[in-house]
């Protein structure tokens, strides 16, 4: 994994005493934001009819005559006017951070009873830490920070845009903006795999512009996946050749070696540096392989990709017990012995069930159909003791292996023709529904599940869900809306943690990233599985959603922002995000390797 990043844009990387902020100063803030405010106001025998600087101040104005204020100290001028409230009771309490290709460069904070004077400190430090070299300043970004209230912006194009815990909150969605991300998430797609191998990297390290030396095989399997959904949309021809690429890679990365340890299943990853496969297989890889290898035979009729798929299919039977239970991985260890890692993970269990399910409609085979009913009855048994929201020897319960579980069983309820299971599906998915965040004031967090913090894993609930509406049961009451609603709700969640130009500060290319999704505001890297899941959840929707908005979160006024209650309202979320830590979902069991 990436080395963490530490994306100095939230009040928690702060080092200063505004911690126990007094309410005198909220008010006064308060006061000011709404202006007139007392402080700036000149004594009744000096108006002149003049507004004052600030008056009647929006929050797009704040940001930018900021992020004027800020450009204009930085390029040395000594006379600046402050256009800005002005004064408070207490000190002010600012950071000024400067970034270039992707790196903070230099960082300032300072204190003062005026605004301007406290941002002019500020910047002037991030200046003099960023070193004597300033040749790069034009390219530079700036991001501001007033650490009292929890209020951020960044400079783009000579604008101020809002910050909200590291993202630029995306407050408006609609259909366009569904159609562009399919564009430039299919572009960044291409881009990240291997020109000559086909292959796919794990994760693109998007502040320093860099992928780890390895092809992963499931990851590739999972961007075949989106690029074959995206062909089945817009027949566009230009996707043939890489799709190509892409399963040349995929069939090399299968082991066929009969009667020996692994016959059937594919390598996890290829070293690029020593060429070598690695000696390690996961049913997880497997089942994602047979869901591309089943389209890839679906496109081109070639039967060496259901042969390719039976043969994996055929391994997972082995990696699984008679009362349908899924050992997780085989591997070869230092010594040259083969072992068998037995933890149970609701995530690959759900893998091997799809999968097995989907190659019995592909094949009519039934040893595919009787394998997935033994793993249908042990989850469905777990379901009928334990509940919909499951964990493993992994995880606590959490919404991700409990959405494995929900499309494993739709998809053997599908292959089995079984009502009584395709009733549990929906029964666990509609629990499911009811612990989506629904809080439109809340802009970071609405939409998502307390326990899915990273893209991948709120992608993947999208996925789940839009698959759910696309097969709706002819007698459900609201035609499945409740689904959809669930999904736009997730999208716009997802459009935030979209590389897009305004929040590319952190990136060292923002062209490459652009269309990857950031893992959290934490973890800047891409990982493929991140976009993948996204666009295939946008691929399947985007037809079936109306013209227009879909979702509007407006912002708060300026005034409202910077007063009492937004600060309390902030700090009563920080104390939930660092709650929510611990269940943080991965697309593989956290297996120390």
Known sequence: MPPRERILVDCKDVEHPAARVRSTAIATWLAIAALPAVACQPDPGERDGAAEPGDGLDNAAFRDRAVAFVREVAAGDSDVPCTLPRTAAQPLHVAVSMYDRGAVVGRGTAAADELCVALRDATLRALA???????????????????????????????????????????????????????????????????????????????????????????????????????????????????????????????????????????????????????????????????????????????????????????????????????????????????????????????????????????????????????????????????????????????????????????????????????????????????????????????????????????????????LYLDCPGGDLDGCARYRGAVVLLFRLLMQYTYFPENSFVARDPDTARGGLFWNTRERYVRTDSVCHAMNAYVFMVDRLPDGVLVELPEPPLAERLGALGRAGRLAGLADEEADGGSEEEDEPAIVE
Request: with cysteine; hydrophobic share 40%.
């Open 129 to 467: 830490a960023s070193g004597p070299a300033r040749s790069r300043l034009a390219e530079a970004r700036f991001a501001v920070e007033l650490t009292d209230y929890e209020y951020s912006l960044v400079e783009h194009e000579g604008q101020g845009v809002e910050l909200a815990s590291g993202l630029v909150p995306v407050r408006v969605l609609d259909r366009a903006m569904l159609r562009r991300r399919i564009d430039e998430g299919k572009a960044y797609l291409l881009r990240v795999m291997d020109p000559e191998l086909g292959g796919v990297h794990k994760y693109y390290h998007a502040p320093t512009d860099g992928f780890e030396d390895r092809l992963h095989t499931i990851y590739t399997a999972s961007t075949l996946y989106t690029l074959l959904a995206i062909y089945a949309r817009d027949h566009d021809e230009s996707l043939r050749q890489p799709i190509e690429r892409a399963a040349g890679f995929l069939l090399s990365m299968q082991r066929v070696a009969p009667d020996q340890p692994g016959h059937g299943a594919f390598h996890y990853s290829l070293d690029l540096g020593r060429q070598e496969r690695e000696p390690r297989f996961v049913v997880g890889t497997a089942s994602k392989s047979i869901f591309t290898l089943i389209d890839l035979h679906a496109l081109t009729g070639d039967a060496a990709y259901l042969d390719a798929a039976r043969l994996a299919a055929d391994w997972l039977l082995t990696m699984q017990g008679p009362e349908g239970r899924v050992a997780s991985e085989l591997r070869l260890d230092a010594h040259g012995a083969w072992s068998v890692t037995d933890g149970e993970s609701m995530l690959y269990s759900g893998q091997v069930l799809s999968a097995l399910s989907r190659l019995y409609e592909a094949t009519g085979e039934e040893p595919y159909l009787d394998a997935a009913a033994r793993t249908a009855g042990r989850l469905t048994a777990r379901v009928a003791s334990e509940g919909c929201y499951l964990g493993d020897d992994y995880r606590a319960p959490n919404p991700i292996s409990s959405s494995w579980v929900i499309l494993s069983l739709f998809d053997f309820a599908r292959a089995s023709d079984d009502a009584t299971i395709r009733r549990t599906v929906f029964d666990c998915a509609d629990e499911l529904l009811a612990q989506q965040i629904d809080d439109p004031a809340d802009v970071y967090r609405h939409g998502r599940w307390q326990a899915s913090l990273s893209s991948s894993g709120n992608g993947w609930l999208a996925e789940v869900l839009s698959e």
